[in-house]
C-alpha cells in the first residue's frame, strides 16, 4: 500500500522542486509549525538560502541540512527524493502549508488541554487558568491567520449596527448626568477606559462615586476602593443618597431628622448592586479576578489608578513603565470582559502653574500611556479648591479632554461640599 504523504512532506518537496514555493509557504506557516525535526530545520535552512539573495537549488539546500553534522546525507538524501516525489508539482503547496499550520494548531490546542487537566489537578487558581487559557488562545488565533475577510467583518457589522438602531445607544452605560452623556455622545461605552483626572482634594473619588451610583440604579456596579475603606465609601454614599454631612456620618454626630432620613434608606442600600472591594492593595490581575466574581457586572470603577500594584515583572522598571502596563491592563479586561472601566487618577503639580489653574491631558502623572490608552479623559475642576473660604456650594466642571467616540467640551455641574453630591444644573436651578 502507498504511503499517504504528509502535508510537512508536501510543502518542503514543493520547496524542493521550485524555490519561489517558500514564498507562498511562508504566508501560511513558519519553521516552529512542522512536528518533523529534519523537515523543520529544511523549512529553516532554505529560509535562511532565500534571504541571502542569492541563487539556490536542492543541492543547497541539501549541503545545508547537513551542515551541523546533525543529520547525515545519507539520511537527507532520501528523504528530499521522497518529499519531491510527494510534492509532485509545486502548485499544491498552499494547501499543503495552510494543513501543516492546522495540524499545528490542533497540536497546541492539545497541549494546552493537557495543561488545563494538569492546573486543576494541582488546585491552581481558577482564574489564572482562565486568563492562561485566554493569552494562549489569542495568540493561537493570531497564529492560524484568523484574520476575517472583508465580506465577514462588514457583515459582523451589519448586525451590530442593527442592534445599534435597535436600541440607540446600546454601546453604551449612561452616567446619570445628561449633558456629560451628551457630550460623551451616549455615555461610557462598553470595552472603554475612562480617566477622571484631578488635583488630591479636589473630589474625584466623590465624582466618581457619585457617576457609580447613579448606574447602580441600572446595572451591577463594581467599586475598587484602594485608598478608603468600605465603611467609608458606603458613608460617601450615604451622605449623597439622605443629603446628610459625610463629616456628621463619621464622626457619629447626626441630628434627629438626618438619622432618620439613614434609616429610612436601609432598603435602597440593602438592594442597590454597588459592590464594593476594599483590600486596598491589588494588581491588575487582582482586580479583574474580583470583576469576574460580580454577576453580570455593568461597569468598573478604580480608586486610583497611582496605588495599583505593580506586577511582579514590572517591579524593577520605570515608574512611567510600570504606569504604562497598569493602564494598558485596565483597557485590556474593558475590552475582555466589555464593559466600561472607569479609573480616578491624579493630576501632577503643574496644574497649578497655569493661570487659570484649570488642569490639561499634559498633566496626568506618571506617563502619557493613560492618555493613549484610555477612550475618554474627564479633568475635574473647582475654583474654591484655590480659594481660602472654601464655598459650601459651588460649580463643577468636567472638562472633556479626550474622547475618541464624540466630542470634546466642559461640562458644568453643581456640588455640594458637606455630602459630597453633584447634581446636573438646569435653568429652573439644581436638580
Same mark, same amino acid.
Request: hydrophobic share 40%.
Given at each position: 500500500?502507498?504511503?499517504?504523504?504528509?502535508?510537512?512532506?508536501?510543502?518542503?518537496?514543493?520547496?524542493?522542486? !521550485?524555490?519561489?514555493?517558500?514564498?507562498?509557504?511562508?504566508?501560511?506557516?513558519?519553521?516552529?509549525?512542522?512536528?518533523?525535526?529534519?523537515?523543520?530545520?529544511?523549512?529553516?535552512?532554505?529560509?535562511?538560502?532565500?534571504?541571502?539573495?542569492?541563487?539556490?537549488?536542492?543541492?543547497?539546500?541539501?549541503?545545508?541540512?547537513?551542515?551541523?553534522?546533525?543529520? +547525515?546525507?545519507?539520511?537527507?538524501?532520501?528523504?528530499?527524493?521522497?518529499?519531491?516525489?510527494?510534492?509532485?508539482?509545486?502548485?499544491?503547496?498552499?494547501?499543503?502549508?495552510?494543513?501543516?499550520?492546522?495540524?499545528?494548531?490542533?497540536?497546541?490546542?492539545?497541549?494546552?488541554?493537557?495543561?488545563?487537566?494538569?492546573?486543576?489537578?494541582?488546585?491552581?487558581?481558577?482564574?489564572?487558568?482562565? /486568563?492562561?487559557?485566554?493569552?494562549?488562545?489569542?495568540?493561537?488565533?493570531?497564529?492560524?491567520?484568523?484574520?476575517?475577510?472583508?465580506?465577514?467583518?462588514?457583515?459582523?457589522?451589519?448586525?451590530?449596527?442593527?442592534?445599534?438602531?435597535? +436600541?440607540?445607544?446600546?454601546?453604551?452605560?449612561?452616567?446619570?448626568?445628561?449633558?456629560?452623556?451628551?457630550?460623551?455622545?451616549?455615555?461610557?461605552?462598553?470595552?472603554?477606559?475612562?480617566?477622571?483626572?484631578?488635583?488630591?482634594?479636589?473630589?474625584?473619588?466623590?465624582?466618581?462615586?457619585?457617576?457609580?451610583?447613579?448606574?447602580?440604579?441600572?446595572?451591577?456596579?463594581?467599586?475598587?476602593?484602594?485608598?478608603?475603606?468600605? &465603611? /467609608?465609601?458606603?458613608?460617601?454614599?450615604?451622605?449623597?443618597?439622605?443629603?446628610?454631612?459625610?463629616?456628621?456620618?463619621?464622626?457619629?454626630?447626626?441630628?434627629?431628622?438626618?438619622?432618620?432620613?439613614?434609616? !429610612?434608606?436601609?432598603?435602597?442600600?440593602?438592594?442597590?448592586?454597588?459592590?464594593?472591594?476594599?483590600?486596598?492593595?491589588?494588581?491588575?490581575?487582582?482586580?479583574?479576578?474580583?470583576?469576574?466574581?460580580?454577576?453580570?457586572?455593568?461597569?468598573?470603577?478604580?480608586?486610583?489608578?497611582?496605588?495599583?500594584?505593580?506586577?511582579?515583572?514590572?517591579?524593577?522598571?520605570?515608574?512611567?513603565?510600570?504606569?504604562?502596563?497598569?493602564?494598558?491592563?485596565?483597557?485590556?479586561?474593558?475590552?475582555?470582559?466589555?464593559?466600561?472601566? =472607569?479609573?480616578?487618577?491624579?493630576?501632577?503639580?503643574?496644574?497649578?502653574?497655569?493661570? &487659570?489653574?484649570?488642569?490639561?491631558?499634559? !498633566?496626568?502623572?506618571?506617563?502619557?500611556?493613560?492618555?493613549?490608552?484610555?477612550?475618554? =479623559?474627564?479633568?475635574?475642576?473647582?475654583?474654591?479648591?484655590?480659594?481660602?473660604?472654601?464655598?459650601?456650594?459651588?460649580?463643577?466642571?468636567?472638562?472633556?479632554?479626550?474622547?475618541?467616540?464624540?466630542?470634546?467640551?466642559?461640562?458644568?455641574?453643581?456640588?455640594?461640599?458637606?455630602?459630597?453630591?453633584?447634581?446636573?444644573?438646569?435653568?429652573?436651578? =439644581?436638580?
Amino acid at each position: 500500500m502507498t504511503e499517504v504523504a504528509r502535508p510537512e512532506q508536501k510543502v518542503i518537496g514543493a520547496i524542493c522542486l !521550485d524555490r519561489s514555493a517558500l514564498t507562498d509557504a511562508l504566508r501560511y506557516c513558519s519553521a516552529s509549525d512542522f512536528e518533523n525535526e529534519l523537515f523543520r530545520t529544511a523549512f529553516e535552512v532554505a529560509a535562511e538560502l532565500d534571504g541571502s539573495g542569492r541563487e539556490w537549488d536542492v543541492l543547497d539546500l541539501r549541503d545545508g541540512i547537513c551542515r551541523n553534522g546533525r543529520y +547525515s546525507l545519507e539520511t537527507v538524501e532520501p528523504a528530499l527524493m521522497n518529499a519531491m516525489t510527494a510534492a509532485a508539482t509545486a502548485t499544491i503547496v498552499s494547501g499543503a502549508a495552510k494543513a501543516v499550520r492546522r495540524d499545528a494548531a490542533i497540536r497546541e490546542l492539545q497541549s494546552l488541554a493537557n495543561d488545563i487537566q494538569e492546573s486543576a489537578f494541582f488546585r491552581a487558581e481558577p482564574l489564572e487558568i482562565v /486568563q492562561g487559557i485566554e493569552t494562549r488562545l489569542e495568540r493561537l488565533k493570531r497564529d492560524t491567520g484568523a484574520i476575517q475577510a472583508p465580506a465577514e467583518a462588514y457583515y459582523e457589522f451589519q448586525r451590530w449596527f442593527a442592534d445599534q438602531m435597535n +436600541s440607540p445607544g446600546a454601546a453604551f452605560v449612561r452616567t446619570g448626568y445628561a449633558e456629560l452623556d451628551r457630550v460623551l455622545c451616549g455615555g461610557v461605552i462598553k470595552s472603554g477606559l475612562y480617566v477622571f483626572g484631578a488635583r488630591p482634594g479636589m473630589g474625584k473619588t466623590t465624582a466618581i462615586i457619585n457617576i457609580a451610583e447613579r448606574i447602580s440604579t441600572r446595572a451591577n456596579v463594581l467599586f475598587v476602593s484602594l485608598e478608603m475603606p468600605k &465603611n /467609608q465609601i458606603i458613608a460617601k454614599r450615604t451622605a449623597i443618597k439622605c443629603r446628610v454631612p459625610y463629616s456628621s456620618i463619621v464622626s457619629g454626630r447626626v441630628i434627629e431628622d438626618e438619622l432618620q432620613r439613614i434609616l !429610612d434608606s436601609q432598603r435602597y442600600f440593602n438592594e442597590s448592586p454597588f459592590y464594593i472591594e476594599d483590600s486596598g492593595s491589588a494588581t491588575i490581575q487582582d482586580i479583574e479576578t474580583a470583576a469576574h466574581s460580580v454577576p453580570d457586572l455593568g461597569v468598573l470603577f478604580v480608586d486610583y489608578l497611582g496605588l495599583i500594584t505593580p506586577a511582579d515583572s514590572d517591579a524593577q522598571k520605570s515608574k512611567n513603565e510600570q504606569t504604562a502596563a497598569i493602564s494598558a491592563g485596565l483597557k485590556r479586561i474593558a475590552k475582555r470582559l466589555n464593559i466600561p472601566v =472607569v479609573v480616578a487618577c491624579q493630576l501632577n503639580r503643574e496644574s497649578v502653574k497655569s493661570a &487659570n489653574k484649570r488642569p490639561s491631558l499634559t !498633566d496626568l502623572r506618571d506617563s502619557g500611556a493613560i492618555e493613549q490608552d484610555a477612550d475618554g =479623559v474627564i479633568l475635574l475642576h473647582r475654583d474654591g479648591y484655590f480659594s481660602d473660604e472654601k464655598p459650601e456650594s459651588e460649580n463643577i466642571d468636567f472638562i472633556v479632554a479626550k474622547n475618541r467616540h464624540g466630542t470634546t467640551g466642559t461640562v458644568t455641574l453643581h456640588w455640594e461640599a458637606s455630602t459630597g453630591m453633584i447634581a446636573d444644573i438646569v435653568k429652573e436651578g =439644581v436638580i
